[in-house]
């Protein structure tokens, strides 16, 4: 049972342009969400989170919006860059557990 | 600083052999800590967390296991590994008392043949 999911495995955007990962889920006691940015061989990085109070949170180029309701969150870049590549991970949060989805590969092309 | 430190970084490993893979965390007292397994072209899969030492809580059942023996030590082992163990492992952790941000370690691949 996949409590978090990316229903879209890569995405190309160009340079410039907006990136938008999207992410659902399934569980309504997750209440805390989050994005992390993974490279190969490494650990992912965070990017942004969102607690389930709010509906949207802003961080320089990236933002994420919230929509309770349809259990739903995305990760807006803008405007994307070439090292903004990489696979884009959510993450829902709920008595102490993080709970990952499969990620997303994005590329930006120049 | 809050850091956080897996070991070794690379690892292989025969089958039936034992594992053990060590993540210690600094800078923060009583965090709640976890393994993660990203297998080939796969999401991360939780395995393991706890919230205190000897606190375990299993999220998959199979042949591995985890210990806390110290406030911000987290190991991962195996008596005997399978070649579906094969995969990139990540120890993380979240500073105490707080839901916020997970932190993670720099990961261990583990390639089992």
């Known amino acids: 049972d996949q409590q978090v999911k990316q229903n879209s495995p890569s995405l190309s955007v160009q340079e410039g342009r907006i990136s938008i990962l999207n992410c659902d889920y399934t569980?309504?006691?997750?209440?805390?969400f989050l994005w992390y940015k993974k490279y190969p061989a490494e650990g992912p990085t965070f990017l942004i989170s969102i607690s389930s109070i709010k509906d949207k949170n802003e961080d320089g180029r990236f933002t994420v919006f919230l929509n309770k309701s349809a259990k739903h969150l995305s990760l807006h870049i803008v405007p994307s860059q070439p090292g903004d590549s990489a696979v884009y991970f959510c993450?829902?949060?709920?008595?102490?557990?993080?709970?990952f989805g499969t990620g997303t590969r994005l590329k930006v092309l120049a | 600083s809050q850091t956080i430190h897996q070991w070794p970084a690379t690892l292989v490993q025969p089958v039936g052999s034992p594992l053990s893979l060590e993540c210690t965390v600094e800078g923060t007292s009583n965090p709640n800590l976890y393994w993660y397994r990203q297998a080939a072209g796969r999401g991360l899969q939780l395995l393991f967390y706890s919230v205190g030492i000897g606190q375990i809580s299993s999220e998959v059942p199979q042949n591995l296991s985890a210990s806390r023996p110290q406030d911000r030590q987290f190991i991962l082992s195996s008596k005997k590994l399978l070649l579906s163990d094969s995969g990139f492992y990540l120890c993380a952790f979240v500073a105490g008392g707080y839901t916020g941000e997970l932190f993670f370690g720099e990961g261990s691949r583990l390639t089992v043949l």
């Open positions: 569980n309504s006691m997750f209440d805390y």
């Open positions: 993450a829902a949060s709920g008595t102490y557990k993080y709970i």
